[in-house]
T-cell receptor, first 114, second 114 residues
Framework: SAVISQKPSRDICQRGTSLTIQCQVDSQVTMMFWYRQQPGQSLTLIATANQGSEATYESGFVIDKFPISRPNLTFSTLTVSNMSPEDSSIYLC???????????FGQGTRLTVV | GENVEQHPSTLSVQEGDSAVIKCTYSDSASNYFPWYKQELGKGPQLIIDIRSNVGEKKDQRIAVTLNKTAKHFSLHITETQPEDSAVYFCAASKFGGATNKLIFGTGTLLAVQP
């Protein structure tokens, strides 16, 4: 398995501000994924982040709203920009330990926008 | 694209009984089907998975079955215990592709009554 640490674990933010979420993995991984889980809902993929290339965003998510960095093989950040209450969700980082095999998740960042 | 449906949305069983959660998928090219358990305030934890070249897989009290023809797969938990109470998600992906996106079901809240 992989040990994935996310920071912060939770935050309460004012609307109009931005929050950057960090994801640190204990080993090098090729692919990192960012998911959103709205209250009581399932997980929706935001984007896939490979080291050395721009993130690939899913339909309904754009780079201006959710910029992602992937500076090396163990770290990634997701920024939630210009936040509104509708952005209140759990944001989860995920990695594939080996190409095409099991995916592991961090504990998530619970974001509340007021 | 792939669509995964999951039933039931809630399931309550008595301790010691069995629990079954069912999922159907739409894309016949999907070939990897993991199950995740999410406890309150935590990220999803991989509990078992199955690949399309296998019809059944078992790990102690947990088993998963796959019917490729009907495009459905199920999670079976025997001798349930209160600590099995959580939200369970099924997912589907195409193992070995350029990017192995997980498409999640809507989740099942399992409550094991002591």
């Amino acid at each position: 398995s992989a040990v994935i640490s996310q920071k912060p674990s939770r935050d309460i933010c004012q609307r109009g501000t931005s929050l950057t979420i960090q994801c640190q993995v204990d080993s090098q991984v090729t692919m990192m994924f960012w998911y959103r889980q709205q209250p009581g809902q399932s997980l929706t993929l935001i984007a896939t982040a490979n080291q050395g290339s721009e993130a690939t965003y899913e339909s309904g998510f754009v780079i201006d709203k959710f910029p992602i960095s992937r500076p090396n093989l163990t770290f990634s950040t997701l920024t939630v920009s210009n936040m509104s209450p509708e952005d209140s969700s759990i944001y989860l980082c995920s990695v594939e330990k080996d190409r095409g095999v099991e995916a592991f998740f961090g504990q998530g960042t619970r974001l509340t926008v007021v | 694209g792939e669509n995964v449906e999951q039933h039931p949305s809630t399931l309550s069983v008595q301790e010691g009984d069995s629990a079954v959660i069912k999922c159907t998928y739409s894309d016949s090219a999907s070939n990897y089907f993991p199950w995740y358990k999410q406890e309150l305030g935590k990220g999803p934890q991989l509990i078992i998975d199955i690949r399309s070249n296998v019809g059944e897989k078992k790990d102690q009290r947990i088993a998963v079955t796959l019917n490729k023809t009907a495009k459905h797969f199920s999670l079976h938990i025997t001798e349930t215990q209160p600590e099995d109470s959580a939200v369970y998600f099924c997912a589907a992906s195409k193992f070995g592709g350029a990017t192995n996106k997980l498409i999640f079901g809507t989740g099942t809240l399992l409550a094991v009554q002591p």
